[in-house]
């Protein structure tokens, strides 16, 4: 028997299912070594390789006997056949690859064959960099690079004294200030061509308008933004987004959004995706 009783007269939206394949890849697949499913990953290459991560999301009705939008292995099996090559292809072209082609690449491999329809595509190439391609702008893709900056503030309202401003915001109103390591993501619409807006051209705005200024800075006394805003999580994604929006407005790089960490459990995305 099937499980299609369990949902009958369940009103349900079309599920998703994002499964994240690990691979290390070498420039010479010869060198490829096939091991366990762990949550390392496969394959791995005897030798140095590229280590790569790569994010499918697949959408699509419940199957009626499994349950499943996508048998997981199944996605594994497949990421591995069809994307393997191509990475190993990209590095060692005459030409630098361009990720954002790569990935419409990778994605119209992994889409096709999968019964599911594969909505998303993410190929991570460090912990600080991605390239990411969502259904239906599959003309553009998604870049995000990650940086941080550490800096000291207070959180204080001028109208409060001391008693008020700590029943509203604890020990972050104390006078002298605290600090922060804070990781800022920035994320970047760019064609899936060679066209595409690079990571250096991205790193020189993100380094000459946000870093500079806010990098081992007391926000309240050092960044005129926050002469008289309160540098709050909130605030200061907001004032991130707004120093990089006028210099990532070209058909190269359009500024799609920022999110910003100030402990690896609180962040704050502007604007609101």
Same mark, same amino acid.
């Given at each position: 028997?099937?499980?299609?009783?369990?949902?009958?007269?369940?009103?349900?939206?079309?599920?998703?299912?994002?499964?994240?394949?690990?691979?290390?890849?070498?420039?010479?697949? *010869?060198?490829?070594?096939?091991?366990?499913?762990?949550?390392?990953?496969?394959?791995?290459?005897?030798?140095?390789?590229?280590?790569?991560?790569?994010?499918?999301?697949?959408?699509?009705?419940?199957?009626?006997?499994?349950?499943?939008?996508?048998?997981?292995?199944?996605?594994?099996?497949?990421?591995? *056949?069809?994307?393997?090559?191509?990475?190993?292809?990209?590095?060692?072209?005459?030409?630098?690859?361009?990720?954002?082609?790569?990935?419409?690449?990778?994605?119209?491999?992994?889409?096709?064959?999968?019964?599911?329809?594969?909505?998303?595509?993410?190929?991570? $190439?460090?912990?600080?960099?991605?390239?990411?391609?969502?259904?239906? *702008?599959?003309?553009?893709?998604?870049?995000?690079?990650?940086?941080?900056?550490?800096?000291?503030?207070?959180?204080?309202?001028?109208?409060?004294?001391?008693?008020?401003?700590?029943?509203?915001?604890?020990?972050?109103?104390?006078?002298?200030?605290?600090?922060?390591?804070?990781?800022?993501?920035?994320?970047?619409?760019?064609?899936?061509?060679?066209?595409?807006?690079?990571?250096?051209?991205?790193?020189?705005?993100?380094?000459?308008?946000?870093?500079?200024? $806010?990098?081992?800075?007391?926000?309240?006394?050092?960044?005129?933004?926050?002469?008289?805003?309160?540098?709050?999580?909130?605030?200061?994604?907001?004032?991130?987004?707004?120093?990089?929006?006028?210099?990532?407005?070209?058909?190269?790089?359009?500024?799609?959004?920022?999110?910003?960490?100030?402990?690896?459990?609180?962040?704050?995305?502007?604007?609101?995706?």
């Amino acid at each position: 028997m099937g499980l299609s009783h369990i949902f009958k007269g369940l009103s349900m939206s079309t599920p998703s299912l994002t499964r994240t394949i690990r691979m290390q890849v070498p420039a010479n697949l *010869e060198h490829l070594v096939e091991g366990p499913n762990t949550y390392a990953g496969t394959p791995l290459t005897e030798g140095i390789g590229a280590y790569f991560e790569i994010d499918v999301r697949c959408v699509g009705p419940l199957d009626a006997t499994s349950g499943y939008v996508e048998e997981i292995h199944e996605i594994d099996r497949q990421v591995r *056949e069809k994307c393997v090559p191509m990475l190993a292809d990209a590095m060692t072209g005459p030409a630098p690859a361009s990720a954002a082609r790569l990935v419409k690449l990778l994605h119209g491999a992994v889409d096709s064959s999968l019964d599911s329809t594969v909505d998303l595509l993410g190929l991570r $190439l460090s912990p600080y960099h991605e390239v990411r391609m969502e259904c239906p *702008e599959m003309n553009q893709a998604t870049l995000a690079r990650r940086y941080t900056f550490s800096a000291s503030h207070w959180l204080r309202n001028p109208d409060l004294d001391d008693e008020g401003n700590y029943a509203v915001f604890g020990k972050c109103s104390h006078p002298n200030g605290h600090g922060h390591n804070y990781e800022l993501e920035v994320r970047v619409l760019i064609p899936a061509g060679d066209d595409a807006m690079n990571v250096v051209e991205l790193d020189t705005i993100v380094e000459t308008r946000v870093l500079s200024l $806010l990098d081992h800075k007391h926000l309240n006394l050092d960044v005129d933004a926050f002469k008289e805003l309160n540098p709050t999580l909130e605030n200061i994604a907001a004032t991130c987004y707004h120093l990089l929006d006028a210099h990532l407005d070209a058909p190269s790089g359009r500024l799609s959004g920022v999110r910003v960490w100030e402990t690896d459990r609180t962040s704050c995305e502007y604007p609101t995706p």
